[in-house]
């Protein structure tokens, strides 16, 4: 059974950082492309940055584009969004997914608030 499992979200100021962390499990890590997506309150999910399945090539949203850095680690089957100079506008719920032809799966989500 296909699980991703989100962490490192919580308060932060603006111009903090975190980092965020999403451990798979129940399919073949290595083989597939991973994504960070997030939504706001009252928006569409919308995504933010995607890892090809080696971490060779990487894509960023527009507004997110050298202040986000998606990472992974296929020996620890984890994906990770490192993401610097937060601002308010970036408070979301931070989902990870994986989409295949077998399969296309969620995280449950982790809280980002970006606030003084």
């Known amino acids: 059974q296909v699980q991703l499992v989100e962490s490192g979200g919580g308060l932060v100021q603006p111009g903090g950082s975190l980092r965020l962390s999403c451990a798979a499990s129940?399919?073949?890590?290595?083989?597939?492309?991973m994504s960070w997506y997030r939504q706001a309150p009252g928006k569409e999910r919308e995504l933010v940055a995607t890892?090809?399945?080696?971490?060779?090539?990487?894509t960023y949203a527009d507004s997110m584009k050298g202040r986000f850095t998606i990472s992974r680690d296929n020996a620890k089957t984890t994906v990770y969004l490192q993401m610097n100079n937060l601002k308010p506008e970036d408070t979301a719920v931070y989902y990870c997914h994986v989409f295949t032809i077998q399969f296309d799966s969620w995280g449950q989500g982790t809280q980002v608030t970006v606030s003084s």
């Open positions: 129940g399919f073949t890590f290595s083989r597939y492309a």
């Open positions: 890892i090809s399945s080696t971490g060779g090539i990487t």
